[in-house]
């Protein structure tokens, strides 16, 4: 098992930036990919953003110019820089980490999630 819990949501205003940290424990040898998903009210969960293991990096094309992903993978940390934020990535903001005896049997585990409100 993978416990994640997230840190850093919160209200910002419009161009604003915000940070996020993820801090994973238990069985954190068996991560693989790590990243960020969010969910506005009424709609479906979307990928942030990806960091695998070895640092390759894979990011939303709606938010790929304004979010940076970081991994630590001896704290096993997953950081999100966002930066020019604006209204609509007003949304909660989740953890993932695929975990597993392999990269082609992984299993997913999800943080409690994080508010981010963008607003004046």
């Known amino acids: 098992q993978v416990h994640l819990v997230e840190s850093g949501g919160g209200l910002v205003p419009p161009g604003g930036s915000l940070d996020l940290s993820c801090q994973a424990s238990g069985n954190t040898f068996s991560i693989y990919d790590m990243g960020w998903f969010r969910q506005a009210p009424g709609k479906p969960r979307e990928k942030v953003a990806t960091?695998?293991?070895?640092?390759?990096?894979d990011y939303a094309k709606s938010m790929k110019d304004r979010v940076t992903i970081s991994r630590d993978n001896t704290k096993m940390t997953v950081s999100l820089r966002m930066s020019n934020l604006k209204p609509e990535d007003t949304a909660v903001y989740y953890c993932?980490?695929?975990?597993?005896?392999?990269?082609?049997?992984?299993?997913?585990?999800w943080g409690q999630g994080t508010q981010v409100t963008v607003s004046s």
């Open positions: 960091i695998s293991g070895g640092g390759r990096k």
């Open positions: 993932n980490a695929q975990y597993g005896p392999s990269p082609i049997a992984t299993k997913d585990s």
